[in-house]
């Protein structure tokens, strides 16, 4: 059974950090393409960032370019996002995402594996 587990989530105040992980099981996962998206409290699910399946190029929503970094170990099937300065507007459930097109995963609607998401509060 494939699954994606992100962990790492919680609360933090504005202008602080945390790091995402995101562990695939049940399969190799080193010739997809990864990334995170996130969906805030009444609003749509979100690309945030990707990574492509060698990490050698990386992909970013303007809102967050600058201030997140996404990162991979294809040994370890795991990926990050190292997001700092963080702003009450990050605020958002984060999901781990893995699909074998770089263009289906951004765009976010037909991706094959998702994970179960996990919660990133920012207060200001």
């Known amino acids: 059974q494939v699954q994606l587990v992100e962990s790492g989530g919680g609360l933090v105040q504005a202008g602080g950090s945390l790091r995402l992980s995101c562990a695939a099981s049940?399969?190799?996962?080193?010739?997809?393409?990864m990334g995170w998206f996130r969906q805030a409290p009444g609003k749509e699910r979100e690309f945030v960032a990707a990574?492509?399946?060698?990490?050698?190029?990386?992909y970013y929503a303007d809102s967050v370019k600058g201030r997140f970094t996404i990162s991979r170990v294809r040994a370890k099937n795991t990926q990050y996002l190292q997001m700092n300065s963080l702003k009450p507007e990050d605020t958002a459930v984060y999901y781990c995402a893995a699909d074998p097109s770089l263009p289906t995963l951004v765009g976010g609607t037909r991706v094959r594996y998702w994970g179960q998401g996990t919660q990133v509060t920012v207060s200001s």
């Open positions: 049940g399969r190799t996962f080193s010739d997809y393409e």
């Open positions: 990574i492509n399946w060698t990490g050698g190029s990386t």
